[in-house]
Every structure is written in C-alpha cells, then in structure tokens.
C-alpha cells in the first residue's frame, strides 16, 4: 500500500475561501431573490486595459502563423517579460536583474512551491493573522510554524523580536488581510534581523501597486541589505487585474547564497531555477505578452486606472466606517479594510449576520488566524454601483 | 541559518534539454553560417487550428469588457473544459467524470507535483529509460527510486515482475523516450499486478493522440480496475500544439482511496483537490477557452491534420532507418524514433558527431536512463522540408 502524504490530514477540511463559497451559494440557493454583493474574495472586477489586450491578441496571432508559432518557452519566463519587470523595478528606484527574475502563473503557486527550497527543522516564523496558503504549504510539508502577533498593539504590523531565532520569515506588505503597510524603517528592522540571524525573508509584494505613498516602500529590495536575506513574490492579479488571464513573478537575488550541512554553497536562484526546469514547464506565451505590456509606461497607466478606481471605493467603505466609530486598519495604499466586528462578534457569526442581513459577503478574520477572531475584511474590488449600494446598507444594518 | 533541501544536491547539475541546448547555442556561435536541424526536443512546430485560434481571440475579449470579465476561475478547472475532455474520452471509448478532471498548465507540473501527495517509504518504480522529470522530482524529496529494465530484451516495455513489490509505479505509453506502446493485455497485467500489490499506476499518456492503431489503449482507464489504481497525466502539448499556450490535465479518480497508518480514509482525489487549491490558482481562462474547443469534433480534426503531418515525417525517419539496418522502435502510434546509434557509439558521442557532421540536433539516450546508452532519439515535430533535408544528410552520414 502506498505511504500517502499524512500531514495532509492535519489540515483544516476546507481551503478557506472555499468554505465562504460553499455558505453563500447555500444562501443564494434558498433565497434566489437576493441581490447579494461580494466585497468578500480579493478579486477584480473590472476589464483589462486596452494595452494588454492587445498584446493578448497579438500572442494569439502569433500562434496561429508558422512563421510566428511558439513552443516550449524558456521555465524562467521569456526575456521580454523579465526585462519588462527590470525596467519597472528600475522607475520604482529598484535596481534588479532580469536572472533574478522567474515568471510563473501567479504568486500562489510561488509562495506555495517555493516550500520545496527547504528542509526540515526551519524555524519559520508567519504573522498572526495571516494570508492561509504560507500556513497550509507548510503544513502539507510536515513543517512547525511560530506565529507572531499582529494586533491593534502593533497596528497589525509584527515586528522582529531579538530574543526569537528565526530562520525564515514571511511578510505580506501591504498586508492581506489587514491593509496595514510597513514603512522603510520597519522593513529595514526586519531586514537587520534577517542578516543577523542568517534568516530568509519571503517578502509577498502582491498589492505593492496599491501603495501611492511615495515615501512607503513598495519592494523588500528598496531596503539595503535585503538581496543577502529576500525573495520576494508578486502578480500582475491584482496590478493588472490578471486573476483570470494568471501570471506572476519571484524575484530571487543571485547574492542569496547559504551553506548545506556538508558546507557546500547552495544558491536559492539556481534551485529555483532546477525547481521551475523540472516541475514547471513556464506561463502561457500569450498570457506573457500581455503582461509584458502591463509593464510599458503606457499599459501601467492604464492599470493604475483601474487601481485608483478601486483604491476611491476603499475610500469609501472608510469613510462609513469612520462615521460609524469602528476601528479598522488600511483602506489606504491598499484594496482591503480590515475592522473590528461590532459588538464584541466573532467574526464567522458577524460573515453569517451580514449575508443574512445584508446580503453583503466579506471574509472573516478568522480564516486568517486567531488574532482575526473579531475582525472582518472587506475588498474594494466590487464595482462602484454594487460598493455604493453596500455601503447603504451596512449604514442601515450597523 | 535557514536548512534548505539539500536533496538538490544529489542532481545532476542541469536538466538534459537545458544541456543539449548549451551545447547547440555553444555549436551555432562557432559556426554561425550553418544551418542546424533540431529533431531533439520534443517540441511543436505546426500553428495552432483556426477553431482553437477563434476560441483563444474570443477569451481575449471576454476579459475585455466588464459584462464578460473572468477573474480567479476554479483552480480544478473550468466546467466547459472538464466536460469537453470527459466527452472526448467517451469518444474514446473510457468513462470518466468531470470531478475527476483536473486543469493545469501541464502535465509536466503535475507529474512533478504529484509527488507532493506521497510519504516517504513507499517503493518507487520507474522504467530505464524514462522522462526525466519522474527521476527528478523524486530525487528533489529525497525518495529513492527502483528501475526497471526496459530494453531491446522486452522491446522497451518494462512488465511487473511478480516478485517485486512495487507501491507507486510510472508508465509512459506511448513512451517517452522509446515510442513503445503497451498493447491491452500488456496494460491488463500492470494494472492486476498494481490491485494485487495496492500499488499506485501514475500513467503518463502525454502521447496518447497520436496513437491510430484501434487495438491500443490511449487510457489507463480504458483497462477494467484501473480506477481503484491509477492516475493519469495528459496534456494539449502534443495533442493540439500548447508547448506555447500552456494547458494539460490530470485525471485522479474518486475511487482510488487508501488508509493512512492510523487507519483514515485518504482520497487522492480530495488530496489534489487540496494541493492544486492551496498552491495552484487555475490555469488562464484564455487557455482553457482555446482548450475547450481543441476537445470539438471539429477542433480535433484540426489538430489530427498536424497529428498526421507529424506521423508521417515519423514514418520517413523510420524508412531511412530501415534502409540502413538501424535497429529501431517507435515511429508509429508514436512522434518518436529510438534507434542504436551506429558502430556501438554512446549517446552524447553521436550527439556531437551528428551535429558536428550533419548539423542534426537529437537527443542522446544517455539523458533518459543508462539503458539509454547506446541510443538515440530523434522526433518527428520539425517541418516537412527539415526534416526531408535531415533524413537526406543522415542518408550521406551513415
């Protein structure tokens, strides 16, 4: 008999949004006359940009001709793309190589996949609340996690503890679920813990777009020191609304260099890039077309468009929760408000009172940790009419 | 300091084809005024059909506008693709179900990540020769591998040896690299020796379309008990030309259930549903529309137009051998040709002998397993007039 994987078994039953999925179709289906808003799973709704689309079209095209037919495509990702990244990194005032580089088809799979990279006996350290796919890659690797707190003591920002030894370090900025966002000197905390213990930091930059606050940082690598203890993950998801059309990029500094057992030097990038060879054949060629137009000055325009637009509803849903007295955190260089359930709720009976009252959908806290008990996310992701419309009736509701 | 997966360690220092093309890049820099064939990776060259092309333009657009966006799609697959295939099989004469259909961005993930569901201990049986993906991933999780021989001695087909218990056991068919095909009763006695041993076939049917004998299976499930044993990898790589596009399945069915060491229940069906959810986000709905028509009647008569072109570039490779008393397998219900290399020459020697004399790319059998030593395989992928002006200059060489 085969020896399957046990650790699987040690996991919750249901991937969290899964869950959120399996209660509001159960809901729709015994009150079909709802109109019930989503505000819950942290996806665009809006259209790609007309830059992109073009590209699109033209990788299409281009596999419809011999003469410009594409095959197999490089694991790493195609130059144009890794290039296209170097150069937005550069106009970010981050200085990258395009070997550092990887595309894939969205950072869930990196951050899931890059667990493969370790062994066991890791220190790894994740915030509390969390994002859950850090939690349940490791746990489906056998690996002991350390939470750390985020709470309203620290803003929901965790910093290094000096009497912790930590070997690896996961960090979500700007933060899912809570919108919180470190500021240089944090992240360089974090940074000088990391090279003083010999850590490596999984820096996940999912939202970075989101920040417009030009003196937050926007990448783990605008901070000095971070290519000796950093990798970080991003997506074009949420900058350039590709969480249907999928592809996203780790960034891997060549300097991120530590010794075996046996004292022999392993470099991250060159395992990365064994992994990628061997259990990843690369992103579709059209789908990297068009993200490397998301990437050009004028297609980056055209993706901030949409990101403002969802950036002045997150606005929105602040303001009423202000006038409402009700603490909550982002809502700023963020699409995420995260806040505290009224009355003390826990947060899976506050995502049952609001479906039932509401019929809004949000996620609650919970899902991403004990430290989320009594809070709620809500994604600024909806369209204007459907936020407006929410908005009227938490106002009404709360 | 954090411990990494020093498994690593024990690959070999670059995956074969990433070898093979330093070594052309190396031969063409040298000599930039020749003209070099490459019939060694497995790669497509026909354009994608008009229907798959139409099919891809058209998720394009849907992802232009907002009353056709498509954000995060399920991450088991599109319902209109897994029916599509589930259709195609029962033209194929197997009875599958869409639950049992997962989507991916190939097959080459999958039988990497599938490894993700084992636990250590389990007795791993893989063929000599083989894909080296197989090898590979195992290695990377540190789990050791029994090979079986298959050689001219069982026409490189590798038959359950009845006094070897075997837990997880990969079978490509066709094969990959031989182009050696299991017949029925072949299949039949892998597939008892699999129920009699409670073993896992992981079956590999990449190739599978381009099989026209009636009398061979094109699916593990299309043997009586495999669905209580098997898993099945497929792919539109070579099926419908997405080398470029990205897009494969895997077939995991819900009966195959064993018990963990403290006597629960483990689905692997459920298991993958958790892997492909916590560290997969879905394959594009670009690709998945362009997939779905592929499964047509009429999108796959297209792709067998490019599926015949290709057998018949096999079937003029397969003569010239023959002309010259080369012994060799594949060539029918198969892209690929094996063959001796000539005057008991190893593998990478002919390799560079072949391009150094005949500016012919092909890949040494050494790559694939030590019973690879003395062979060679060339594909039928390239273009009608290379691969004419490659079987001419063979003609010259040998």
Known sequence: MPKLNENYLNLKESYLFSEIANRVNKYKKEN???????????????????????ALHEGVNDLSKAETFMGYGPEHGYMFLREAIVDYYKRNGVDITAEEVFISDGAKSDTGNITDMFGPGNVILIPDPT????VDSNMMNGREITYMDASEKN?????????VHADIIYICSPNNPTGAVYNHAQLKEWVDYALENDAIILFDSAYEAFISDPDLPRSIFAIEGAKKCAIEFCSLSKTAGFTGARCGYTIVPEDLKFTSSTGKEMSLNAMWNRRQSTKFNGASYIVQKGAAKAFTKEGMAQCQENIAYYKENARLIAECLKEKNIRFYGGINSPYIWFECPNNMESWDFFDYLLNNAQIVGTPGAGFGKNGTHYFRLTSFGNRENTIEAIERLNKLL
Chains 1, 2 share one sequence.
């Open 155 to 163: 803003d929901f920002l965790a910093m290094p503890d000096k009497n």
């Open 131 to 134: 994002y859950p796919v850090y």
């Open 32 to 54: 079909p006359d709802k109109n019930v808003i989503s505000l819950g799973i942290g996806d665009v709704t809006l259209p790609l940009g007309s830059e992109v689309i073009d």
